[in-house]
Every structure is written in C-alpha cells, then in structure tokens.
C-alpha cells in the first residue's frame, strides 16, 4: 500500500487539509448573457467570446489553446447542483468527489487532495487558489449556479498571463452582468442525499447600474465509508452575496462581494466562515485601446478537530489593452499580500511561524503579432517576486494559423511553476520533520499542438496533444542518510503525455451530442540515489483516460432531457481502485416561462462506486435522486 505523507507525518493531513482537511464576435456572442445559448446554432456557440486564452475578447475559434467552454445554461440543463459537479461537463479537467464535501480536480494529472496544486482557479478574476497549502479548498465556494454565464476551462500552463501555480491548467468562472439578472428567481430542490434553496432578485438602479442579492442553504448528507475510515463528512450551510454593474458611456463599473457560513462535521464549532468584496472598473480610452484595475479583499477561516488555518488577501492589479497595427498587446502588473495564520492543538505538526504576512510583485506583458492575415505569433513574459520564494520568469511562445474561418491550427512551448507553499517549506514537527528551507519551486516546460474547427456547419471539433516536462517534484525524503528528521525535498522529474479531444454535433434540430476524450501517459521517476518515503504522493492518482457523452434533447417545445454518461479508467497506484461508468440525467418541464419543474439523478448507474483512493479521506460516492423547481417572476 503507497504510504501518503499525510501517513509519514502521522496525520500531516489534519495539517494540510484537515479531514475535512484528514472585433469578431457575432451579435448573437453580444448578447449571450442575457439569452439561451442552447437556441444558439453550433457555428454561434464556436463565435462565443471568452477572454481567459489572452485576456482580451476573442470569439472561441481564434484561441489558441485548448479551451473549454461550459455555458451557464448547459449547467442549469445537467444535473449539477454545484460548481465541483459542474466541473464534470468538462472533458479536458479530471473530477474526484473524495467525501460530501471535498473535491479533487485536476488537468493534465496530479490528482488528488494534496497532489492537485497545480491548477490555478479564478471567480471573476479573483483567485480562489490557496496559497498555504498550494491547493483549491473547493467546499469553500458554494455560488448560486443560476448566476453562472459561462466557465472558461485551459486545459495546459497559464503562467505568463496568470502567474505561478497555472501550471497543468486555469479554470475562470464568469459570473452574469447585474443586468442580466433583473427579476426574481427562487429554486428549491428536495433529494435522498441533498437538499438545497436559494432566492435572487435584481433590480435596476438608475439609468445604467443593475444589482442583484442572492441568498443559498444546502444541505448534503454524509457518504458512505470507502477507501478512508467512515467518518460523519456531512456538510450543510449556507452562502450570501450582491453583484452590482454600471455602465454609463464608455466604462463599466462592477462591485461585488460574498459572505458564507458551513458546518464540516466534526466538533460543535468546526466548520468554514468567510467573506469577499471585489471592484473592478473598465474604461475604453478608444476603438483601439482600454484599461482595466481590479481590487479585491478575500478572508476564510476554517476549523476542523482542534486545527485552525485562515488566510486573508488583499490584490490590486492593472491591465492595459491596445492593438496597434498588426499587434494586440496586452500588458499589466499587480500587488498582493497575504496572511496566514496555522494553529493546531491535534499533533505536533506545526507552522514556524504559525502567522506570516507575504508580498507578491508581478509585471507581464503578451503581443500577438500578425504576421500575415492568416498567421499569428504570440509571445509573451510575465516576472514575479515574491518575498518567499524570491523572482520566477513564466515565458510562452505561440503560433496560431487560421487558413479558414472554420479552421484553426496552433501549437505552443511555455514554462510554468508550482511555487513553494509555507507548508512544503515551513511545516516542522521536533524530531520527526523538519523545515525544508532549501525547496524549490516544481517546475514545467510544455509542448502543445493542435487543432480546433467545424468540419461542418453542423459538428465542432478540437484536438490538442500535449508533452510536459517536469522537473523538481516534490519528495519525501531522509535528511542525512537514513535518520530522522525527514524533510521535503525536489527528488522527482520525468514527462507526461496525451491526448484530449472533444466535440459536438447537432444531430437533429432537437438533438445535440458532445462527446470528450482525454488520455494520459506518466513516466515520472525519482533521480538516481533518491528514496521517496511518501512512494510517490506527490506524484497524484489518475487514471489514463475518461470518455465522456452527453446527450441534450429538446424532446418538446417544453419537455427537455439531459443524460450524461463517463468512462473513467481505473486507478493503477496503492490502493488501486478499477475502471468505473456512471450516468446522470435530468428531466425538466417548462409549465411556463416563469415555472420549470425537473427531476435529476447522479450516480445513477451504480448505488455506490469509489472515486478516490486517498487512504485518509476517500469515502464511496452514492447514488442521487432529486425532485426541483425554479421560478422565475
């Protein structure tokens, strides 16, 4: 059986995480906040704009990269009652529901609760990577899906726009304008193993703002024991928040901001707690130029079995847009710090020090050059300092070539990092661990290639092949010789490679189907004379592919039936877990304009299968069934 760190440090786990951490675009793309995209034809859903490729809007076919875009209604026609399950509709991320309320997801490998740090997530431009533990606490973010436009999904590095931590992908939800919103909306649901309510309203303010109030509950019910011991992991609480726009003339103005409350089992006071409030203004200097600043204040705190960790950020950043000639360039900077605070009365695994304010500096700048109609080259640096871990440069180059409107052709080289965490460098347990001073940050040099395009009016097509190169993977090795202390250290390197490719046909004018393939090889080694006491933890649990279907039918002019099915293959490292299908539908009736009645399943194929095999926390997936309304007035 692989030994985890979290096994080594005797429950280095309830640390980390406790158990709960144990100017192309069509008018059809103008207006799809405010209308269904599934009565969009497939040739305007290939027009849709997305900015997370360049940061700059660009219809979906010019992108080079390999971008997946989930629509805000595709969500709301699943059977997905959260953004972790949204995330599935993803074929190009790689989903793990590990307990009622912690989700592994990754792109590109590296899965698992503590592996999965190599995926850089962002709510409207505000990061939700957590910077102490190098991961994403997913049970922390429990937005109303209704106000969900679209979420952009970069399945590869992202680290001259992003920074370090993009490594293997960048995931960008896009919240809907305040305008989009106006009305009231009020959703229940009512299942065996979760319930959920939630109420919006939004109302214009003046000639040019909008603003919209949103309250949500839910409650999910403890699964079943599996891999990990059976633990009461049910979760239940409740999140808050507003969005308002303005708009007047040639700027837009957003402020927005939530606050939320969760209990994670436990003991009577363990739970989450935090808030967040973000402004952003954009200003149109002129048809060729633009400026954007953005500002956001984010806070959590969560306790869990005598641990508490929270972490406080303020962020200020800067971009500037211009296209001048055959450039479009983008440019920017930005400042955050961070605090964190570490407390644990549980063991003897501690922070030193248990607080510590960081400072992050960050410059980049991107151009993509035309260098005839057809051809683009894109090049682009971005440098940050941090005041731990000191300067890291994230370069990319890029080719893009489009001998058609229907055809896209491209491929990339770029390095990204996964920069040290307090916790890789700082965590220390007398005798046993010590402070590992010395670790570097991971590091990824990325070959990608490939193709997006409409074969017909009718189907669309992307194929990306990628070849990563790693190196400075962590380890968990003796300090000297074979004596404790033990301490983290940079002993693994090696490449990964596959394949991922996805598509969608309208077979019928009431019949669409997506199908999604990834694949993945890993052949990562410790280098020579290493011994890795953690036999690979770091490395993550992946299997290597998934398939996914997903049928979306318009069986009436108000009857609509959603079914989704997925292959995932099995597990191959200690304890492996086998190859496993599941389907979810939902079935949905539009009474009126202002009244949809449906019922939805998940995990409908098998009443309980294992997505996870982390020794620690891993419990079995039940089936779901539930019966929702939503009205809208």
């Given at each position: 059986m692989k030994i985890g760190f979290a096994s080594i440090c005797g429950s280095a786990a309830l640390v980390l995480i406790p158990r709960e951490a144990a100017a192309q675009a069509t008018d059809a793309v103008a207006l799809q906040g405010s209308q269904d995209l599934s009565a969009l034809s497939i040739e305007e859903l290939a027009q849709l704009s997305v900015r997370s490729a360049s940061k700059r809007d660009e219809p979906l076919s010019a992108a080079p990269t390999a971008l997946y875009v989930i629509t805000g209604d595709e969500i709301l026609a699943s059977a997905a009652t959260s953004l972790s399950e949204a995330l599935r509709l993803a074929p190009n991320l790689y989903v793990q529901q590990v307990d009622a309320r912690q989700y592994a997801i990754s792109a590109r490998g590296f899965n698992g609760i503590q592996s999965s740090n190599k995926l850089?997530?962002?709510?409207?431009?505000?990061?939700?990577?957590?910077?102490?533990?190098?991961?994403?606490?997913?049970?922390?973010?429990?937005?109303?899906?209704?106000?969900?436009?679209?979420?952009?999904?970069?399945?590869?590095?992202?680290?001259?726009?992003?920074?370090p931590n993009a490594v293997n992908g960048v995931i960008n939800f896009i919240t809907r304008d305040a305008?989009?919103?106006?009305?009231?909306?009020?959703?229940?649901?009512?299942?065996?193993?979760?319930?959920?309510?939630?109420?919006?309203?939004?109302?214009?303010?003046?000639?040019?703002?909008?603003?919209?109030?949103?309250?949500?509950?839910?409650?999910?019910?403890?699964?079943?024991?599996?891999?990990?011991?059976?633990?009461?992991?049910?979760?239940h609480g409740w999140q808050s928040g507003f969005r308002a726009d303005f708009a007047p003339s040639a700027s837009h103005f957003t402020i927005q901001g939530d606050i939320f409350d969760s209990d994670t089992g436990g003991l009577p006071d363990d739970g989450n707690r935090g808030h967040n409030l973000l402004a952003r203004w954009t200003q149109q200097l002129s048809p060729f130029s633009s400026l954007q600043v953005q500002a956001y204040y984010d806070y959590f705190r969560r306790e869990f079995l005598l641990t508490r960790d929270s972490l406080q950020t303020f962020d200020v950043e800067a971009q500037y847009n211009h296209t001048l000639g055959n450039h479009d360039i983008v440019i920017g900077g930005g400042v955050r710090t961070t605090r964190d605070t570490f407390v644990n009365n549980l063991n003897i695994f501690r922070l030193d020090p248990p607080r510590r304010r960081l400072w992050v500096y960050s410059v980049f700048a991107q151009d993509r050059f035309a260098l005839t109609p057809e051809l683009s080259l894109i090049a682009g640096l971005k440098a940050e300092e941090t005041s731990f871990t000191g300067v890291e440069l994230l370069p990319n180059a890029r080719l893009a070539w489009q001998p058609s409107e229907r055809a896209l052709l491209w491929a990339a080289v770029s390095r990204a990092v996964r920069t040290p965490s307090r916790i890789d460098r700082q965590l220390v347990a007398t005798g046993l661990l010590a402070p590992a001073t010395n670790f570097n940050s991971e590091k990824l040099v990325a070959f990608e290639a490939g193709y997006r395009g409409q074969p017909s009016a009718a189907i669309t097509l992307s194929i990306s092949a990628f070849y990563n190169l790693y190196d400075d993977i962590r380890s968990t090795e003796f300090s000297t010789g074979f004596v404790l202390p033990i301490r983290l250290q940079n002993g693994y390197r090696g490449h990964i490679w596959g394949i991922e490719a996805w598509g969608t046909a309208q077979l019928l004018p009431w019949w669409r189907l997506n199908v999604g393939l990834a694949t993945l090889w890993k052949?990562?080694?410790?280098?020579?004379?290493?011994?890795?006491?953690?036999?690979?933890?770091?490395?993550?649990?992946?299997?290597?592919?998934?398939?996914?279907?997903?049928?979306?039918?318009?069986?009436?002019g108000r009857l609509g039936l959603n079914v989704g099915l997925r292959w995932i293959g099995g597990i191959d490292t200690a304890p492996p877990l086998d190859s496993y299908v599941e389907a979810d539908a939902r079935l949905a009736y539009r009474a009126s304009d202002a009244v949809e009645l449906y019922v939805a399943g998940q995990s409908l194929l098998n009443r309980t299968h294992a997505e996870s095999n982390d020794v620690d926390r891993a419990q079995r997936v039940e089936r779901s069934l539930y019966l929702g309304t939503r009205l809208r007035f």
């Open positions: 850089l997530a962002l709510i409207d431009g505000r990061t939700i990577y957590t910077p102490l533990a190098a991961s994403v606490f997913w049970e922390l973010h429990n937005r109303l899906i209704e106000d969900i436009q679209q979420i952009e999904v970069i399945s590869g590095p992202g680290g001259t726009l992003y920074g305008h989009d919103t106006i009305g009231t909306l009020v959703r229940a649901t009512a299942g065996n193993r979760e319930q959920t309510a939630a109420a919006r309203f939004g109302t214009t303010l003046g000639a040019t703002g909008a603003v919209r109030l949103y309250g949500q509950w839910f409650n999910r019910d403890d699964l079943p024991g599996g891999v990990g011991p059976d633990g009461n992991d049910r979760f052949d990562l080694e410790l280098e020579e004379g290493r011994v890795d006491l953690a036999q690979g933890d770091s490395l993550g649990d992946d299997p290597d592919h998934q398939l996914l279907v997903r049928s979306e039918m318009n069986l009436t």
